[in-house]
């Protein structure tokens, strides 16, 4: 490892090529604005091989005055698809729990634990990497392309929202559990004491967790939702394992732990609690221990590189330690084949600043990275996707990977701040008939972006649009997406975030 300013590589598969520089790139754009870098082979014969005007902003351009955003607009976007599952989630679920109160549904009166674990099941199950990876890779290979492109962008928008789901099984896990309790206090003549302490330690433990996964905990203190949420939730499952047991092994008849072995084991809640341990576990058997190497080309930017190559729209998870808090960063890959993969990390917080201020030679990761919206951009004939700073992380091995996506990345001073790997990467697969690049300090201020974005969408014929972005840009630009018909999927934020350290 080295802690050089910035780092050369040895060899071209080290990202280090004798390319153009970006600031070269725009003056050789036609003057950074003639868009004859558009001209690519179009899908239909009759379509122009060249757009109108398309990358030709003013120098400098003018601010754009503000417009309001039609409420429709406003609405479609709040009620996306995670709110939606967790809505359905939440009204069945409580649905049920009006019919057990009122005595309408046996089933709940007999197997109260089997609705609390089988939810709280679900809600690891569907946040589980390998589980995750599965479901993209299915979609991906019977889905892509042929079939019709609202049932396509469904299927993306299912994936990316898959946490509603979480959080819906999660709070109605807890539901569950509180009316369990409150039954078993009101009859309590008929349980031991330590049925009903385990109880109500099992309950708090998971409320716990769940007050630590708030959305507005996650984003702003997100080193407190690490720490809390996960041991939390470990505690929690251990809790629910002793509660589990001893709930069903307690005979209520004669007053005495009778119920012993074969009969816990044939219960459903005890499945239930072995599935999830299953899934909680699973993803940290493939934690390592791994050697990196960190580039650092400016004081605002590390770049990390690790070996193994990758496939396109994965994320990864990084720590300082093997249990606490993990920071997840998009992946940068040239493919399987490749010897490296990389991650653009913004030196933001408190963790990526510790990568600059005391560069580690190992660093914690898992092995098996999970996946991001990106890894369904198989499943589109062309798209686009744009991205600010270091969201170029979580969009570049996209763009690597397949010819037939668009690269629009606006930054500041792009290529002193991110350093020759990145930029080698960029001009060595990225060709300039689909690469726009955005340097805000060179051109003198913020693009034009939805004229742009608009006019490229035109011209290249694209299905879709994938954005990573801070919370300010993805507004814009999802919410004037859907203004023009633009199918695009952003960056998931619920609440602003002063200094995001990741994006998905």
């Not at 409320?207 to 708030?214: D, E, M, P, Q, Y």
């Not at 990225?430 to 742009?452: A, F, N």
């Amino acid at each position: 490892m080295s802690t050089k300013p910035v780092l050369a590589y040895n060899d071209a598969e080290k990202g280090t090529l004798d390319v153009p520089h970006l600031a070269d790139l725009a003056k050789d754009e036609k003057k950074a604005a003639d868009i004859e870098v558009f001209a690519v082979q179009s899908l239909k014969k009759d379509a122009p091989v060249t757009p109108s005007n398309v990358a030709k902003p003013p120098p400098a351009p003018a601010k754009p005055a503000k417009k309001s955003t039609p409420l429709w607009v406003l609405w479609v976007i709040w009620y996306n698809s995670y709110r939606r599952f967790f809505t359905v989630i939440f009204i069945v679920n409580f649905i049920g729990i009006g019919f057990a109160i009122a005595g309408k549904w046996p089933y709940a009166a007999r197997y109260p634990g089997a609705l609390v674990v089988g939810n709280l099941n679900v809600a690891v199950l569907v946040r589980n990497e390998i589980f995750g990876r599965c479901l993209y890779l299915f979609v991906n290979t019977f889905f892509a392309k042929w079939t019709p492109l609202w049932f396509r962008l469904a299927c993306t928008s299912t994936l990316q929202h898959l946490g509603g789901i979480h959080s819906g099984c999660a709070i109605s896990g807890v539901a569950w559990i509180v009316l369990m309790v409150v039954h078993q206090f009101k009859t309590k003549y008929l349980f031991n004491d330590s049925i009903l302490a385990f109880g109500v330690i099992t309950t708090v433990m998971l409320f716990v967790t769940i007050c630590a996964g708030l959305p507005w905990v996650r984003n702003t203190h997100h080193n407190v939702f690490e720490r809390n949420h996960r041991f939390f939730g470990w505690t929690s499952l251990g809790m629910t394992w002793i509660y589990t047991i001893v709930t069903n092994a307690y005979d209520t008849a004669n007053g005495k732990f009778d119920h012993v072995g074969l009969y816990v084991v044939q219960q459903q809640a005890f499945w239930y609690t072995v599935g999830m341990s299953v899934f909680i576990v699973l993803p940290w058997i493939c934690t390592r221990h791994a050697k990196v190497d960190i580039e650092l080309p400016s004081p605002k930017v590390a770049v990390l590189r690790f070996e193994r190559g990758m496939q396109q729209g994965l994320l990864a998870r990084i720590s300082r330690s093997a249990v606490k808090e993990y920071h997840a960063f998009g992946i940068i890959s040239e493919g399987t084949h490749a010897k490296y993969h990389y991650l653009i990390c913004g030196v933001q917080g408190d963790f990526t600043k510790s990568l600059v201020n005391d560069p580690p030679r190992r660093i914690w990761t898992r092995e098996l990275k999970f996946a991001g919206v990106s890894n369904t951009s198989t499943l589109y004939k062309r798209g686009i996707r744009i991205c600010t700073g270091t969201g170029l992380g979580a969009a570049l091995s996209t763009c690597i990977q397949s010819p037939y996506w668009y690269l629009i990345w606006i930054g500041s001073d792009q290529e002193k701040t991110f350093g020759p790997t990145i930029s080698g990467l960029i001009h060595r697969h990225v060709g300039p008939e689909r690469l726009l690049l955005w340097d805000s300090k060179v051109r003198g201020g913020r693009p034009p972006t939805m004229k742009i974005l608009k006019e490229v969408y035109d011209y290249w014929q694209a299905e879709v649009v994938f954005i990573t972005s801070n919370y300010v840009g993805n507004f814009e630009i999802q919410h004037g997406c859907k203004e023009l018909g633009i199918p695009a999927f952003g960056t998931l934020w619920d609440f602003v975030s002063d200094s995001p350290e990741f994006c998905c």
